[in-house]
């Protein structure tokens, strides 16, 4: 089970580093003044903003274009009880430069659902949160001794 000094703080560069190892994450934003969460697929530009992908009626880009959201994405072994978790936090503006929307079309990321008019939302990383449980133990740590019985 994991120990207290077992949970630590990730500072940017360690949550930037883990967010592109994983391609699925959560953007949490509010829809008819209550939270919701939907699941998307994701990559990180080159200035740390997490770029979406989504059609362009979706209610998604009607619903946070402009305002400040959250976006977490994770990654557990419950076997281990070890994982990580990072939020991003920033406005969400929808890509509409047609140079910026053209570079990301060959190199963003790519709508796992079929779309007809691809948008691209930016989340800038204006606040990166992240933090790790139960870090796998290193060859050198004994592994804890099964009671007497």
């Not at 003044?33 to 990559?43: G, I, R, Y």
């Not at 910026?100 to 800038?124: C, K």
């Not at 796998?136 to 740590?141: C, K, L, N, V, W």
Request: proline residues 8%.
């Amino acid at each position: 089970m994991p120990r207290d000094d077992d949970f630590r703080v990730l500072d940017r560069q360690e949550c930037l580093r883990l967010l592109a190892k994983v391609p699925v994450g959560r953007v949490v934003y509010t829809r008819q003044a209550l939270p919701a969460v939907l699941p998307v697929n994701f990559s990180l530009d080159a200035d740390s903003s997490v770029l979406l992908c989504t059609a362009s009626e979706s209610e998604l880009v009607r619903a946070v274009e402009g305002v400040v959201v959250a976006f977490e994405a994770d990654d557990f072994d419950a076997e281990n009880r070890s994982g990580w978790s990072v939020v991003v936090t920033g406005r969400a503006t929808v890509v509409s430069d047609s140079a910026e929307h053209a570079r990301l079309s060959q190199a963003g990321p790519r709508s796992w659902m079929p779309t007809r008019e691809p948008v691209f939302v930016r989340i800038d990383s204006e606040m990166i949160t992240g933090r790790e449980l139960g870090r796998p133990e290193s060859p050198e740590t004994p592994p804890e001794q099964a009671p007497d019985g």
